[in-house]
C-alpha cells in the first residue's frame, strides 16, 4: 500500500538562485500539504551520512560537497500516493530527460545540482524525513 507521506529537500543550488517560492508553489499546486519545513545547512559530515547509500559511487564525495556548499530547505509532504506522485512532480534525476513542466526541467541547472531531492520508496521516505526533524517538527 502506497504511504501518504514523503520527504524532499530544496538543494543548495536551487535556494541559492531564488527558487524557493517558486519550487514550493508547485509542490502546492501538485496537492501535497507541507506537514514540516525548515531552512538548514548540512555539514559534509551530516551530507555524508544522508547520502551514505551512495559512498561507493564516483560521485559521492562531489554529492556530500555540493550539499553542504549551502544552505537547504527540508520538507515532509503529504498526499495520498506521496512517494510516486512526487517523483512525477519533480521529474527525472537528469533535468535534460525530465519531462516538460516538472521541478527539474524548470529549475535544475545539471544532473549533479538537480534542483531537489525526493524520496525513493516509503521506507527511505519515513528515514529520511526522521534524519531532518523530530517528531515535534512534524504537524
Do not use: W
Not at 513542466?101 to 545539471?110: D, E, F, Q
Request: a negative charge; proline letters at 3%; charged letters at 20%.
Amino acid at each position: 500500500m502506497a504511504g501518504n507521506r514523503t520527504f524532499t529537500m530544496i538543494k543548495p543550488g536551487a535556494v541559492k538562485n531564488g527558487h524557493i517560492g517558486a519550487i514550493l508553489a508547485h509542490i502546492n499546486k501538485g496537492g501535497f500539504k507541507i506537514v514540516a519545513l525548515k531552512m538548514t545547512q548540512l555539514s559534509k559530515q551530516k551530507a555524508g551520512e544522508f547520502y551514505a547509500v551512495h559512498k561507493e559511487r564516483p560521485f559521492y564525495g562531489e554529492l556530500v560537497d555540493f550539499m553542504s556548499s549551502g544552505p537547504i530547505i527540508a520538507a515532509i509532504l503529504e498526499k495520498d500516493n506521496a512517494v510516486e506522485d512526487f517523483r512525477t512532480l519533480i521529474g527525472a534525476t537528469n533535468p535534460s530527460e525530465a519531462a516538460e513542466g516538472t521541478i527539474r526541467a524548470l529549475y535544475a541547472t545539471s544532473i549533479g545540482e538537480n534542483a531537489v531531492h525526493g524520496s525513493d520508496s516509503d521506507e527511505n521516505a519515513a528515514i529520511e524525513g526522521n534524519f531532518h526533524f523530530a517528531a515535534t517538527e512534524m504537524c
